[in-house]
């Protein structure tokens, strides 16, 4: 049973839980603009942020990721299962693919935690900041044209990229968009029903993920207040009640504008993001 006078140690001042709250106020409403202009998970843009937000916040040591990643994860849940039914009511998603790839991205998410929950905060950095390079780059440079194969694939390549998705999208504590959106234009499918079907891959990637996260057992004097698990409630729900006003607003703006050019420049910024992660990582 926890000692109450050492959790009202571990407990930030008044001051410091609104900037807290502040903070993630902030974070949410980016990541939900951002995923209803872009189409790109708010998961990549969550990590970082929720990282900063609690570093500055005076929390750190070798699990501060982990609650980055797992938190990150949570909110997905939320956000995938709502994108996925609005798709579906637009008859945009391909549930064929889902019944797929299903088993094989969620067998990798589980995989995915025992991986991140063995390895140190600096270790995971240094995998948050390679990936969002990768696509940042992707994002910045790649062209719509872009074709490895006119069909999604099958047998044992199939067998071999299902549980890869699962697996980096949970080391990235993000959904389904970032890595299912390019696997699927890559090989033919239509970019609105990459979108729409990415969606459900996010929540088959975020519910066994987070499940996993809760038993987690972290050193209370290092983690954020309100952590069950690896999962910090707090920003779970500002986060998500946040992303829920914002998304529709990235939506309208979406239809409004021309968002190629943002990719380009997002794809930017997620360079700087990575290579800010790995100088972190390298102690620099």
């Not at 202009?37 to 982990?66: C, K």
């Not at 940042?136 to 062209?143: E, F, P, V």
């Not at 968002?259 to 990582?281: Q, S």
Request: glycine share 14%; with cysteine.
């Amino acid at each position: 049973m926890t000692d109450p006078a050492l959790t009202a140690a571990l407990l930030p001042a008044p001051a410091i839980m609104m900037q807290m709250a502040g903070l993630l106020l902030v974070i949410g409403a980016f990541a939900g603009v951002l995923a209803g202009l872009l189409g790109v998970g708010g998961g990549i843009v969550l990590v970082p942020a929720f990282f900063y937000a609690f570093q500055t916040l005076g929390y750190g040591g070798d699990q501060l990721m982990q609650i980055c990643l797992a938190t990150s994860l949570a909110t997905i849940i939320v956000t995938s299962l709502r994108s996925v039914l609005s798709h579906n009511r637009k008859g945009a998603v391909d549930w064929q693919i889902l019944r797929n790839w299903g088993f094989g991205i969620a067998l990798g998410a589980i995989v995915g935690v025992l991986a991140v929950s063995s390895l140190r905060s600096t270790v995971l950095q240094g995998v948050f900041g390679g990936m969002a390079l990768a696509i940042g780059c992707y994002l910045g440079l790649g062209r719509a044209d872009w074709r490895l194969s006119e069909a999604m694939p099958k047998g044992a390549k199939r067998l071999m990229l299902s549980p890869l998705v699962g697996f980096l999208s949970v080391l990235m504590g993000i959904g389904g968009g970032s890595f299912g959106v390019p696997l699927m234009t890559l090989h033919g499918v239509a970019v609105h029903r990459a979108v729409a079907t990415a969606a459900g891959f996010g929540v088959i990637i975020a519910v066994p993920s987070v499940a996993g996260f809760l038993l987690l057992d972290l050193d209370p004097a290092t983690r954020p207040p309100f952590t069950v698990g690896a999962v910090n409630l707090a920003a779970f729900f500002i986060v998500i009640a946040m992303t829920l006003i914002t998304a529709p607003w990235g939506v309208k703006l979406a239809h409004a504008m021309d968002p190629k050019p943002l990719k380009r420049v997002f794809g930017a910024f997620l360079v700087l993001v990575g290579l800010n992660m790995l100088r972190k990582a390298f102690g620099y």
